[in-house]
C-alpha cells in the first residue's frame, strides 16, 4: 500500500512546474506536429466511427490494425525508407477483401475477421524476430503496438500526407454527409431508390483504411480502434439525432485526442495510451449524463 | 399500359429456382396482395421487382411512365434500426435522395416534400423525435412518409403490420387504403389473408409456382381462397 503511495506521489511530482514544461514543449515543431497531426486524425476517425459502429463494423477497425501492423513489419524487414507506401495499400486491399467477404457470407464473417487480425500480427511478430536488422526488437514491437513515440517522431511528409488524406476525408463526408446516413439506416432502401450502396460502403471502407494506418502513428495499432468506436458510442449515450451524435463525436474526440496528448507531455506517459484512458474516462462521463437524462 | 409487368419470370439462388414461371400486371390504381407460406419466395419476388436481384428467366418491365427506382419501398425493420440514433425527420428526408442525385444536399422543395408527407401520415408532431424512442406503429409510419417521398405512384409494402397490435394493424391497413385510393398504386406483401382480402383488389398467391393470380373476388372461391379467408382471427374481428 505505501509503495503504492510512494508511487503516486512520485507520478504527481512530474506535474510540478507542469504548465511551463507544456509551454516549453511547444517551442518544439515536433510537438507542434503531434498535436496538428493528433487532432485531425481524431476528427477524421470519429466522423467514421459513427457509421462503423452503426452498421456493426466496430471489429473491422481492430482487425485492419493489425493487417496494417503485420504490412508494418514487412515494410521494416524489407528495409523501406518510407514505410508508408507499402502499408497504405496492403490495408486499404485487406479493408475491401473484408468487406466482400462480409458480404457474401454473413455468418463467417466475424470468424475470417479474427482469422485475419490474428494471423497478420503473429506474421508481423514473427518476420519482425527473424530478419530484423535492429537490436531492440521488442521495442521496435511495441512501439508499432502501442505507438510509443512514433507521433513525436513525425516526418515532414507524414505531416503532410496526414493534413491532406484528412481534408480529403472531411470534405467527402460532408459532400456525402445524406448518402452515408441514408446507406447506414437502411442499405436495401437506399439502393432500391437508386443510391449505389456498393460504392458508398466501398468508399468507407478504403477511408477506414486511411485513417487506421494514420492513426497508428498516433497510439499504435493495438488500440486504433479505441479511436474509432469510443467516441462514437459516448456520443449515442446522449444525443437522439444523427446530425447531432456525429458533431459531438467529433468534438469529444478532438478534447480527448488533445487532452491526452498535452497531458502525456508533462506526465511522461505514453501518448496513445493516454489518448485512450482520456477517451474511456468520457465514455463514462456520458454513460452516467445519459442514465441521468433518462431518469428525469 | 400496365405499371408492372412480369412475364414468365424464374427467380432463385445459386440455379435453384425458388419461384418459376411467374406472370401478372399491375395497372395504375390497383392493389396487389401477394400472399404464401413462408419460404414460397415472397422476399425473393420484392428484391426482384426493386432491381436488387436478378431474374433467372423470364423479364420484369415497367411502364406507364414509372421507373424502377420510384417504387417507394417500405422494409421489414431490421435490428440495426431498432436502436438507430436518428430523429424522424432526418429519416424521412432520406426518402428524398432519388432525385438530383448529383447534389450533396437537400434542395428546399426536398424538405417542404418531406414535411407534406409527415403531414400526411399524421406525424408531423414527432418531427424531432428520436427514431428507437417511438412505438412500433409510430416506426411504420415514419417508414412509409419516407417511401412516399421516394415514390409518386407504385408503393411496395413487405409486411406492413408485422410485430404491430390488432388495433394500430387495422390503423395501418386503412391509412394504406386512403393512399391507394387517391391513386397511388399499392403493392403489399402479407401473411394476413383475412385483411388482403378485404383490403385489395387483386391477389397473387405463390409457391414455388404461382397458385394464383387475379381478381380478390375470383380468389375467395378457390380452394386455397376458400381456405384462408374462412379462418377464425385476422384483422377484421377486432
Known sequence: MSELLSKLTQFAGRFDGGFETLQRSFQYPFVRNALIVGVLIALCSSLLGVTLVLKRFSFIGDGLSHVAFGAMAVAAVAGLTNEMLVVLPITVIAAVLLLRSGRKARLAGDASLAMLSVGALGLGYLLMNLFSASGNISGDVCTTLFGATSILTLSKFEVWLCIGMSVFVIASFILMYNRIFSVTFDEVFATATGTRAGAYNLFIAVITAVIIVLAMNLVGSLLVSALVIFPAISAMRVFKRFRDVVVCSACVSVFCAAFGLLLSIPAQTPVGSTIVVVDLLVFFIFSLVGKIKKIS | ?238
Do not use: W
Open chain 2, 1 to 238: 399500359m400496365p405499371q408492372l409487368s412480369c412475364k414468365d419470370v424464374t427467380l432463385g439462388y445459386d440455379g435453384r429456382a425458388v419461384i418459376e414461371n411467374l406472370n401478372f400486371e399491375v395497372n395504375a390504381g390497383e392493389y396487389l396482395c401477394i400472399v404464401g407460406e413462408n419460404g414460397a419466395g415472397k422476399s425473393t419476388l420484392i428484391k426482384a421487382l426493386l432491381g436488387l436481384k436478378a431474374p433467372m428467366a423470364g423479364k420484369i418491365t415497367f411502364g406507364d411512365g414509372l421507373k424502377q427506382t420510384q417504387i417507394g419501398y417500405l422494409p421489414q425493420q431490421t435490428p440495426v434500426q431498432r436502436d438507430f440514433p436518428a430523429s424522424v425527420r432526418e429519416i424521412v428526408r432520406t426518402g428524398c435522395l432519388t432525385e438530383g442525385r448529383a447534389r450533396p444536399f437537400y434542395t428546399p422543395a426536398q424538405k417542404a416534400h418531406a414535411e407534406e408527407r409527415m403531414r400526411r401520415l399524421g406525424i408531423d408532431g414527432l418531427a424531432n423525435r428520436c427514431y428507437r424512442e417511438l412505438s412500433g406503429g409510430q416506426q411504420q409510419r415514419v417508414l412509409l412518409a419516407r417511401a412516399l417521398c421516394a415514390a409518386e405512384r407504385m408503393l411496395l409494402l413487405d409486411e406492413p403490420v408485422a410485430g404491430l397490435d390488432p388495433k394500430v394493424s387495422r390503423e395501418m391497413y386503412e391509412l394504406i387504403e386512403q393512399l391507394n385510393q387517391s391513386g397511388m398504386t399499392v403493392i403489399m406483401v402479407s401473411h394476413d389473408i383475412p385483411a388482403a382480402v378485404k383490403y385489395a383488389s387483386h391477389i397473387l398467391h405463390v409457391s414455388r409456382t404461382p397458385l394464383f393470380f387475379g381478381r380478390k373476388e375470383d380468389y375467395i372461391e378457390t380452394d386455397s381462397g376458400k381456405l384462408f379467408a374462412s379462418v377464425p382471427g385476422g384483422v377484421e374481428d377486432v
